[in-house]
């Protein structure tokens, strides 16, 4: 007669519920184990039976029938395991963070930005630990969300003007001028010049992309020039106009000008502003005069120094950077403005108004950041 295990099972009706849950396909193949050795411990069957009926050593049926006894359904999951000690210290951890956070010019290393394998060189020779590997420390920054090798350029504006005029610009791309709607005669444009755009002839004519191959581009290449785009965007109306001169200038951006406002509906326009950048075509009191003889109703607005982002036009010409000009293969430049021509026909095709959400409460809260950082670097830790 087999002996009868100290660990005797009685179920309650919810354990029995949880436990014939937990037989399900569904359910990880071990707990299914686990829960069918109980089911059957609870059925009077002996461990040698429960072993050779679910295919266990007798040892497993014994473990887990003795689990649930003393922790019921608790018991049936895994405990924790100790792993390997510890070879940091929190401390430790917390110092290769600090440095990570450096740059490396304070602390004498010539380098602009750290990698894991220098931090980890950095914190040994500081002597923060005896050894360390770069891995650790990457695993550390991950945890941090830190990637000291990686920067973004970014510039502070230092016009005094510089949220007046921005109030400015956002206004007119939200319908609003000087505190007053636009009228149904009022358009917005803005102009900008995307200058040195290169004829590079390839030497060896680019592939187009195949089956598990991307389109190859020669690396050398034979100059033949550069010209200029000058465009402007309507910013209500989501169309582009523009055209290609050997250079920038006053006069090209002057014939841009004539180009768009001797056409409908700009030509018979109430008031038609411009939205443009402080380039030397079109800077200052001198620049407004000048167009404003000539064409009585325009409204020359400049962005703030340091400020062309506000300038639609750039997203058009990012588009066009990416869709046109890159990568760069260009017989000649009559070969580059006749795309330029025929992308700038295209686009306007399906042209849309681009959705700006970027208004004057953002402008604050910017401008409101940059002096709390520029109050913080002012002041000297004593």
Sequence with gaps: MPLLSPYQIVLSDDERAALVALTRPTVQARQVLR??????????????????????????????????ADRG???LGDLERPGRPRRFTPVQQ??????????????????????????AM????????????????????????????QYRSWIAPRAPDFAVKAEVVLD???????????????????????TSIQARCRCHPSLPPGRARMMRVEHEYDRGGALAYLAAWDVHRGKVL??????????????????????????????VFWVVDNGSSHRGQAATDRLTQTWPTVRLI???????????????????????VTPNDFYDLTDVENRL??????????????????????????????AAHEQTALITPT
């Design 35 to 68: 829960a069918r050795i109980v089911l059957a411990a609870a059925d009077g069957v002996s461990n040698a039976a429960i072993a050779a009926g679910v295919g266990v050593h007798v040892d497993t049926a014994r473990k887990w029938r003795s689990r649930f």
């Design 73 to 75: 359904l608790a018991g």
């Design 94 to 119: 917390a110092q290769v963070t600090a440095i990570a956070c450096e740059l490396p010019a304070t602390r004498g290393v010539p380098l602009s930005r750290w990698s894991s394998l220098e931090l």
């Design 122 to 149: 950095e914190a040994i020779a500081a002597g923060v630990v005896i050894d360390i590997s770069a891995s650790t420390v990457r695993r550390w920054l991950v945890a941090d969300a830190l990637k000291p090798w």
């Design 172 to 194: 007119l791309y939200g319908r609003v001028f000087d505190g007053k709607p636009l009228g149904d005669g009022d358009y917005v444009l803005c102009a900008d010049e995307k």
């Design 242 to 271: 523009g055209r290609c001169e050997p250079t920038t200038g006053i006069a090209p951006f002057g014939r841009l000008v004539e180009q768009v406002m001797s056409i409908e509906p700009y030509a018979s326009a109430q008031r």
């Design 302 to 324: 400049h962005t703030p120094v340091h400020a062309s982002w506000l300038n639609q036009c750039e997203i058009y010409f990012s588009v066009v950077q990416r869709k046109v």
């Design 341 to 370: 021509m025929a992308f700038q026909d295209l686009y306007n095709l399906a042209a849309r108004p681009f959705k700006w959400k970027y208004t004057k409460d953002d402008l604050n809260d910017l401008l409101a950041r940059i």
